[in-house]
């Protein structure tokens, strides 16, 4: 333009790169561990994620993930568990990938409390009475059990007496745990995967002392 003086020259061009559009981005994975009495253990960086290459996940962390229990924390109980990308996540993972437009994010990764194994429980007591012509009546309080379990549960009707009904004369007689008993010590203890359930009681009825006859 030598025609012309041109004193300033000012001005700006704007150039913008639109986000790509993403339309679902899923995750998925699961773990597992033997019950120990400990909360689960989250690894963030075993969730597997589609729906983009070359997504950016690494400034996730555990906390961004919300378990399915009532109180969203990390279980300790034997049992099968989800976890879902919470809202904090979610902001996370798009702030770490500003590059695209991430329209949906879906899925979910479960967790699983395996019971420990317990290869045998065993139970064993006594009690006895003196001879008063009533029929004997059983304490499960007093059975004794190994391994530590929860055994509060049990009423007298889980043990079946040796004669059928509780004895009223003098003798000596076992107890034994019935199946309803054993599905009962089961159900209260589901950290457990017990394999034999084993073992009696003894109850005496003593003879009533006659002076003379």
């Known amino acids: 333009n030598k025609n012309y003086n041109i004193q300033e020259i000012s001005g700006s061009y704007s150039y913008t790169i639109n986000p ?78 500003k590059n695209y437009n991430i329209q949906e994010i879906s899925g979910s990764y479960s967790y699983t409390i395996k019971p420990a194994e317990v290869e045998a429980v065993t139970y064993s007591g006594s009690d006895s009475k003196t001879y008063d012509g009533n029929p004997a009546e059983f304490n499960v309080q007093s059975v004794k059990w190994t391994g530590g379990l929860k055994t509060n549960t049990l009423t007298a009707g889980d043990f079946d007496w040796s004669t059928g009904q509780a004895p009223s004369d003098a003798g000596s007689y076992t107890l034994s745990l019935n199946k309803k008993g054993e599905a009962a010590l089961r159900a209260a203890n589901t950290n457990y995967n017990i394999q034999k359930i084993s073992g009696s009681y003894s109850y005496t009825i003593k003879p009533a002392e006659v002076e003379a006859v």
């Open 20 to 97: 790509a559009e993403v339309k679902a981005v899923t995750y998925s994975g699961s773990d597992s561990k033997t019950y120990d009495s400990k909360p689960a253990e989250f690894n963030v960086q075993s969730v597997k994620w589609t729906g983009l290459t070359g997504l950016n996940t690494s400034t996730l962390t555990a906390n961004d993930f919300d378990w399915s229990t009532a109180d969203k924390q990390a279980p300790s109980a034997a049992g099968t568990y989800t976890l879902s990308l919470n809202e904090k996540g979610e902001a996370a993972l798009r702030a770490a990938n």
